[in-house]
């Protein structure tokens, strides 16, 4: 009986076996296992996690993520990840891996599936576009329903949302990290927070279906949000009757599974020596009952603002956060609500 699991999440950050020299896929394995390890996950949700070439019908491969997690229980999990969508087969970068230690019934990615990418038209590009642009994702949300048994299902969605850098910006950019223009990085940024609410809004509205056909859904939300609890983000995925002002919309609304951690370990990334909670576990209602613990593995953390090349730290920059839980049957099988200490 799975009535105890343990759901995690970790941004591995481009795990690869084509980096650096400094950043070996031995040696990033040798510092991200053990972590993995420790997590004792029954299901984890991955980000960041980059494919290789090979031959074949599927182009691209996890065969980084395969090298990771050999000889390890994660290896014999079942397994569902983002995919091209021409049929090239992972992503080439910053694919989303979920992994189940029970079976995952369906899988599906959505992208501009339930919101269409909205249009804007640049004013600081040079040259000014005549038109507006379709303002588009970064990255699709992956989906998992997953079978833990006696009839219940829990539902997983894996989510990276846009980092809040700048995003390109025609004849603007002198380099990578160089801007011509205080007004040409403005736009960019305003640009990067389209596409950061926006995938949020379209998960949202995934979330409100699953829990308009079930309000005692199981439903987890993970992953890298690049936001912190109480930005605009995390709001619009949280859906709190403060914001709604509507109590009776409690059943959609989501609770974070940190609030369980102590505040002052309350963060996954360190930035320029300021600690910040960007990794999540959003859980609903129902689910919220059944949590009984939760943990951020930030010990010896290292801050993540250090100069390009002047660290060849083989880990990641972001802890992941693991949350555990125990369903209590009520009377159709699903956790009775008010049943367990949160």
């Known amino acids: 009986m799975n009535d105890s699991f343990r759901i995690a999440t970790f941004n591995l950050e481009n795990l690869d076996d084509r980096p650096p020299p ?3 896929l031995g040696a990033r394995i040798a510092a991200l296992r053990p972590i993995l390890l420790r997590l004792e ?6 980000q960041e996690v980059n494919a290789q070439d090979h031959s074949g019908p599927e182009r691209r491969q996890l065969a980084a993520l395969d090298s990771l997690l050999a000889g390890t229980p994660y290896e014999s999990f079942d397994r569902v990840w983002t995919r091209d969508r021409h049929g090239a087969g992972a992503l080439d970068v910053h694919n989303l891996v979920v992994l189940s230690r ?7 990615q959505i992208r501009h599936d339930l919101v269409p990418a909205p ?9 000014v576009p005549l038109d507006a642009a379709a303002v588009e994702w970064d990255r699709p949300l992956l989906y998992a329903r997953i079978d833990l048994g006696r009839g219940r299902c829990l539902h997983v969605v ?3 949302l846009r980092a809040p850098l700048a995003a390109v910006v025609a004849g603007q950019k002198a380099g990578p990290l160089t801007w011509h223009s205080v007004a040409g990085w403005a736009e960019g940024f305003f640009l990067a927070s389209i596409k950061r609410t926006g995938q949020a809004l379209e998960a949202r509205l995934f979330l409100d279906r699953l829990l308009s056909a079930d309000s005692a859904a199981l439903i987890a939300v993970c992953g890298d949000l690049n936001s912190d609890l109480r930005e605009m983000p995390v709001r ?3 859906g709190d009757s403060d914001d709604t002002g509507n109590p009776s919309l409690a059943d959609h609304t989501l609770w ?5 951690v102590p505040r002052q370990a309350r963060y996954s990334v360190i930035h320029a020596s300021r600690p910040v909670l960007v990794d999540h576990v959003l859980v609903s209602a129902s689910l919220k009952s059944c949590c009984r613990a939760a943990e951020i593995l930030n010990q010896n953390l290292p801050d ?4 390009p090349g002047a660290s060849d730290y083989s880990g990641s920059y972001h802890a992941p956060v693991v949350a555990a839980f125990t369903l209590i049957a009520g009377a159709e099988g699903l956790p009775a609500r008010g049943q367990a200490t949160t």
């Open 22 to 24: 400094a950043l070996s």
């Open 158 to 160: 894996n989510l990276h």
């Open 41 to 46: 996950a029954d299901i984890l949700c991955l």
């Open 236 to 238: 619009v995925l949280l």
């Open 102 to 108: 029970f079976p995952i019934l369906d899988s599906a």
């Open 304 to 307: 993540e603002a250090v100069p």
């Open 256 to 260: 974070p599974a940190t609030t369980l």
């Open 119 to 127: 249009l804007y038209r640049l004013v600081t590009a040079t040259p």
